[in-house]
């Protein structure tokens, strides 16, 4: 079993809509990452978070540590959102992630 | 600054060949990764270093040597290819240990092995 898990799988949202990602890990960890995969391939950091919630611009992420669950959300979603979003946990125990399967979104216009 | 590089983008081995993925950065970043990812399966830790002269073993590191002689490169070598190591490869730097730093991402090295 993944120590990781994400859902959906897959999201296809219309321009303009609020976009909830989930993440849930089963070990502790010491953070927790949020990365965007263009369709072209490359990663990009987007947050990192320990505690509570962060906001960059249309994106915010919260975490919940008792619960083992963070969201990553969009706020009126463009079709340049259109990636995919992977969450990665870092254990308290070392210094490697462990990344779940990822969220493929797609906005239309 | 060019960030986290890797080259070669494709390369298509035949089966039992050696190569080496190179990746560089000019951050001065002491952490460096190189990562895995297959469909179906998340991103996955091959081997990493801290530091110079300083590696250690990921997730999967069966099929694979590294080696960080100085800080900014830290290749990656396959010394007799399987068709099982036909994946996407990512190296990544941050200045911090994971846990306390953003990750860099190179643009990736598309790897086939016939």
Redesign the interface.
């Known amino acids: 079993k993944n120590e990781v898990e994400q859902s959906p799988q897959n999201l296809t949202a219309q321009e303009g809509e609020f976009i909830t990602i989930n993440c849930s890990y089963s070990v502790g960890i010491s953070a927790l990452h949020w990365l965007q995969q263009h369709p072209g391939g490359g990663i990009v950091s987007l947050f990192m978070l320990s505690s509570g919630k962060k906001k960059h611009g249309r994106l915010i992420a919260t975490i919940n540590i008792q619960e083992k669950h963070s969201s990553l959300h969009i706020t009126a979603s463009h079709p340049r959102d259109s990636a995919v979003y992977i969450c990665a946990v870092v254990r308290n125990t070392g210094n490697q992630f462990y990344f779940g399967t990822g969220t493929s979104l797609t906005v239309i216009p | 600054n060019a960030g986290v590089t890797q080259t070669p983008k494709f390369q298509v081995l035949k089966t039992g060949q050696s190569m080496t993925l190179q990746c560089a950065q000019d951050m001065n970043h002491e ?1 460096m ?1 190189w ?1 895995r990812q297959d469909p ?6 091959i081997h ?1 270093s ?1 530091g110079a002269g300083i590696t250690d073993q ?2 999967v590191p069966n099929g694979y040597n590294v080696s960080r002689s100085t800080t900014e490169d830290f290749p990656l070598r396959l010394l007799s290819a399987a068709p099982s190591q036909t994946s ?1 490869y ?1 190296c ?1 730097s941050s200045r911090d ?9 190179g ?2 090295t598309r790897l086939l092995v016939l």
Request: hydrophobic share 35%; charged share 5%; proline share 7%.
């Open positions: 952490y990764s990562y179906g399966m998340g991103l996955r830790l990493y801290v990921g997730e996407v990512f990544a240990i994971p846990g306390f730093g953003t990750q860099y991402f643009p990736g």
